[in-house]
Nanobody, 127 residues
Framework: QVQLVESGGGLVQAGGSLRLSCAAS????????MGWFRQAPGKEREFVAA????????FYADSVKGRFTISRDNAKNTVYLQMNSLKPEDTAVYYC????????????????????WGQGTQVTVSS
């Protein structure tokens, strides 16, 4: 069983930055493709970013492209989401997700594409 624990959320002013971390355990980390999702109050969970198990190729939602960066450190079993130029509309609970396999599922922008989820971390951006 894979366990995922997010950290790094908080309150930040618009234009500021935060870095989220997600520590994984229970499986060889390089064998997990990873994603970040977010869910704002009253809205559905939405895809933010994803990265293959080996690192390298990354994928982003249009709404965060150019502002957010996903990365991973396989030696530390951790995936990161660096969030810059934050906007109030980025306010949400951010979830880390994982799927077994080096490559992402064809459903990598959907919750269906992931088998494991963290508990979430709150990000609040004030205007």
């Amino acid at each position: 069983q894979v366990q995922l624990v997010e950290s790094g959320g908080g309150l930040v002013q618009a234009g500021g930055s935060l870095r989220l971390s997600c520590a994984a355990s229970g499986r060889t980390f390089s064998g997990l493709a990873m994603g970040w999702f977010r869910q704002a109050p009253g809205k559905e969970r939405e895809f933010v970013a994803a990265i293959r198990g080996s690192g390298g190729r990354t994928f982003y939602a249009d709404s965060v492209k150019g502002r957010f960066t996903i990365s991973r450190d396989n030696a530390k079993n951790t995936v990161y989401l660096q969030m810059n130029s934050l906007k109030p509309e980025d306010t949400a609970v951010y979830y880390c997700a994982a799927t077994a396999g080096t490559y992402l599922s064809s459903d990598y922008t959907s919750s269906r594409g992931y088998n494991y989820w963290g508990q979430g971390t709150q990000v609040t951006v004030s205007s």
